[in-house]
């Protein structure tokens, strides 16, 4: 079975966008960082952390968890904010516009305050990837690597933190 040609560009499309994006994305999450330590400010965790985090949980829920939260949450997400939304934004307001609007309802949309302008950085680069190449499947390429790779961090952090204490 092969795979269109098309497949592999936009495969490598959106890994290329990532490379990208990720200094852009861990510079401002350092920032952001700076920022709650020089404010003390102590941000609620995710919903999903308390889930990894559970000892008691069952393998077949953390795999179904992961799985919705790295594959199924990216595709779904990407079809509604850059298929509909920054499609319908595009229309009314023209491109720059509509990039920051739908970045900014796609950080909202993420329910927290701490994480509000990286995922908002993370949203621009989903968006300006579906404007340059007019398909999904770049930014839904670039939005599940992203969540592999910062799910994947998370566990090696707890792996690290429960065999060595703290940091």
Known sequence: LRAPRGLWREVLAGWTAYIALVPLFIGTLLIVVMFSQIFSFEPKAHPL?????????????????IGIAT??????EEIFFRG??????RKRFGVKIALVLSASFFS??????????PIFVLGLGLGYL???????LGPVIL??????????YFFLMKVLIQDHGSF
């Open 49 to 65: 952390v308390s889930v990894f985090l559970e000892e008691g949980k069952s393998s077949l829920m953390l795999i179904y968890t």
């Open 71 to 76: 594959v199924l949450g990216p595709i779904v």
């Open 84 to 89: 509909f939304c920054y499609t319908i934004f």
């Open 108 to 117: 909202f949309i993420h329910a927290n305050t701490f994480a509000f302008w």
């Open 130 to 136: 579906y404007e340059l190449r007019k398909s999904l």
């Open 143 to 152: 939005h599940v690597t992203h969540n592999i790779l910062f799910i994947g």
